[in-house]
T-cell receptor, first 117, second 109 residues
Framework: ETGVTQTPRHLVMGMTNKKSLKCEQH?????MYWYKQSAKKPLELMFV???????ENNSVPSRFSPECPNSSHLFLHLHTLQPEDSALYLC????????????????FGEGSRLTVL | GQQVMQIPQYQHVQEGEDFTTYCNSS?????IQWYKQRPGGHPVFLIQ?????EVKKQKRLTFQFGEAKKNSSLHITATQTTDVGTYFC?????????FGKGTHLIIQP
């Protein structure tokens, strides 16, 4: 138990479906992240939220839409995905920024394994 | 932007042999973190190094941070089957969210 819970753990969807991944952290952290993990790019940063505001978006396609309603919850809304989007999506949280740089230890959830048919 | 290069990508060892993975950055890092991901699992934080030349030990694991704060290493003495997994480094700094590509440790009994 890492203190970061992701649901669902497994998701299979068609290219025309709309689904969402959910992440909840119980650690009192104020920064949350989405990472994509695939064979080609082991840990690829997608989005960063600090104090519920998006602070970084690594040029992620618009078919991925994040939402951070509060400091404990993070969503990743998925629509019209492609088969190459199949991957493990990892949520993480940290105590936040220190001196303007990201230096906090990251706590990861167990991930959501996404398969796009 | 900041990049950390990690080598080797794969390392096969016999159980009981030592293992080392290296992390190199083109820029000076404010700190470096190491994570381990077991097969089928998620990355788990191992340690953070902050000071130039710092060395930390956790049982059979030894972590070093270079004098110039641009490189780091993780050394495992006498590997065991429980050490199997992927070891990632992450450099801290202006772009402190980029991980190295990881070193996959495969142990043959």
């Amino acid at each position: 138990e890492t203190g970061v819970t992701q649901t669902p753990r497994h998701l299979v969807m068609g290219m025309t479906n709309k689904k969402s991944l959910k992440c909840e952290q119980h650690l009192g952290h104020n920064a949350m992240y989405w990472y994509k993990q695939s064979a080609k790019k082991p840990l690829e940063l997608m989005f960063v939220y600090s104090l519920e505001e998006r602070v970084e978006n690594n040029s992620v396609p618009s078919r991925f839409s994040p939402e951070c309603p509060n400091s404990s919850h993070l969503f990743l809304h998925l629509h019209t995905l492609q088969p190459e989007d199949s991957a493990l999506y990892l949520c993480a949280s940290s105590q936040g920024l220190a001196g303007g740089s990201f230096t906090g230890e990251l706590f990861f959830g167990e991930g959501s394994r996404l398969t796009v048919l | 932007g900041q990049q950390v290069m990690q080598i080797p990508q794969y390392q096969h060892v016999q159980e009981g042999e030592d293992f080392t993975t290296y992390c190199n950055s083109s820029t000076t890092l404010s700190n470096i973190q190491w994570y381990k991901q077991r097969p089928g699992g998620h990355p788990v934080f191992l340690i953070q190094l902050v000071k130039s030349g710092e060395v930390k030990k956790q049982k059979r694991l030894t972590f070093q941070f270079g004098e110039a704060k641009k490189n780091s290493s993780l050394h495992i003495t006498a590997t065991q089957t429980t050490d199997v997994g992927t070891y990632f480094c992450k450099g801290g700094g202006a772009d402190g969210l980029t991980f190295g590509k990881g070193t996959h440790l495969i142990i043959q009994p």
